[in-house]
């Protein structure tokens, strides 16, 4: 099951189960639930299935699958070559690297990604996100998978200059308005095991720039449920972005940055393929 959320072209903000190239708008079929209530139980978006779209997906505004999440929760250098990225010498982390994100640091598949005026070293990062459908405090990692609602893609980029203004965090270079995306829609864990095998790639300008598998993780993902709610009760509709692989434009020789007019493209094995342009933010 594919699930957006999206802007229908009546006005108003849904969410519906995507078929074939139109969206089932179940926000407005069952007015009595939420968007969160059918991550935590998926059997009520089942009775929309094989309904007659309402909106072709040409027709609406998709916007990132969870809105407004409680938290979104982001883990860094999480491939197991990402390290020596850094030149630093350094070992490998042995627990996480975390950070937050705000919901405004988003936008949806095919919304424009800002780049600031005081800026020019917008980055892109494409990552899988997890979305959680069942929460949970000192999740057990055999029991991880039951707690996943299901995954999308992310570009989980920032301003880089910005991320080191600060001696000991990255928040300020990483939650500037629309300087991200997620999207298309989320994908159900029953459609797709989120603790398989998964590849995710980047693309700029049709030019390959990231690739790699989740058998490359430094920390799988049961283990980053298991971890972060060791700390943190999760609740249903947070957002982990899992790492990105090697290749970002900041660790190319020279750096390479997102420039007015590059399209990048996140695609993730199972759930499709995030597009979106770079604008310079509006004045």
Partial sequence: MRIASFERPTGGVGYGRIEGAGIVDLGARRGDDTLLEVLAEPARAE????????????????LPPIPRPPRILCVGV????????????????????????????FVGHGGAIWRPPESDQLDYEGEIALVIGRGGR??????????????????????????????????Q???????GAMGPWLVSADEVDPLGTLAVDTRVNDEARQHDTTDHL?????FLLHY???????????????????????????????APGDVVEVEVSGVGTLRNVVVDEPA
């Avoid at 270079?173 to 300087?179: A, M």
């Fill in 78 to 105: 999480n491939y197991l070559d990402r390290n020596a990225e850094y030149r630093d010498g350094s070992e490998a982390p042995r627990y996480p690297s975390l950070f937050m994100r705000a919901p405004a640091s």
């Fill in 138 to 171: 000192r999740i057990p990692r055999e029991r991880a998978g039951a707690h996943i609602a299901g995954i999308t893609c992310c570009n989980e980029g920032g301003v880089r200059d910005w991320i080191r203004h600060g001696k000991f965090n990255v928040t």
């Fill in 173 to 179: 270079g990483k939650n500037f308005d629309r300087s």
């Fill in 218 to 222: 430094a920390f799988p993902f049961d």
């Fill in 47 to 62: 009775e929309a299935a094989g309904a007659p779209a309402d909106y072709g997906l040409d027709e609406v505004v998709l």
């Fill in 228 to 258: 972060i709610s060791t700390f943190t009760t999760l609740e249903c509709g947070d957002v982990i972005s899992t790492g990105t692989p090697r290749g970002a434009g900041i660790h190319r020789d020279p750096p390479v940055f997102l």
